[in-house]
């Protein structure tokens, strides 16, 4: 499913990128391009973070 419309990037292609390593929806953006025009799709891709866990990731990666 399409989940940015703006840089036509799937919710399949986000995952990828989370679990490639992405900790932010800036750091999904610069690697898919995905909420970097109209940002209509960035609660999606925070929402696909959640889902993945990666403020855990994220608290772990600060350590
Ligand atoms: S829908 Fe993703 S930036 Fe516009």
């Known amino acids: 499913m399409v989940i ?4 036509v990037v799937s919710d399949q292609e ?3 990128q989370i679990r ?5 929806a800036a750091d999904v ?3 898919c391009g995905a909420g970097i025009k109209c940002g ?4 999606i891709v925070e929402a696909l973070l959640a ?13």
């Open 14 to 16: 986000i995952r990828s």
């Open 4 to 7: 940015c419309h703006c840089a």
């Open 51 to 63: 889902e993945a866990g990666v403020s855990i990731r994220r608290a772990y990666a600060a350590a």
């Open 20 to 24: 490639a390593g992405a900790l932010d």
């Open 40 to 43: 209509g799709c960035s609660p």
């Open 29 to 31: 953006a610069e690697r």
